[in-house]
């Protein structure tokens, strides 16, 4: 079993930044993969960025240049630098863990004012 748990959202006016951290405990040596999901009110979750056990990372085409994940040597937190933010980056981020199953944290919200 893995838990996952994020930390770190608000409110923010556009331009600004927040750091997401997820920390993960529970059966660690079964994840291949971990990441950031957001979902808007009224749209579907979607994919924002991952980092995998190689540290290959992957982003969404509306973060890129903007968000930068990130995780620690001991391979349990995971981190999401937001910069220059948009209102359209509200939303409640989720963290999300890869293994033999798919596993998410509570969600944690940000909120970007223009």
């Known amino acids: 079993q893995v838990h996952l748990e994020e930390s770190g959202g608000g409110s923010v006016q556009a331009g600004g930044s927040l750091r997401l951290s997820c920390a993960a405990w529970?059966?660690?040596?079964?994840?291949?993969?971990m990441g950031w999901y957001r979902q808007a009110p009224g749209k579907q979750r979607e994919l924002v960025a991952t980092i995998d056990t190689r540290g290959t990372t992957n982003y969404a085409d509306s973060v890129k240049g903007r968000f930068t994940i990130s995780g620690d040597s001991a391979g349990n937190t995971v981190y999401l630098l937001m910069n220059s933010l948009k209102p359209e980056d509200t939303g409640a981020y989720y963290c999300w863990a890869s293994s033999r199953y798919d596993h998410w944290g509570q969600g944690t919200q940000v909120t970007v004012s223009s």
């Open positions: 529970g059966s660690l040596f079964s994840i291949d993969a």
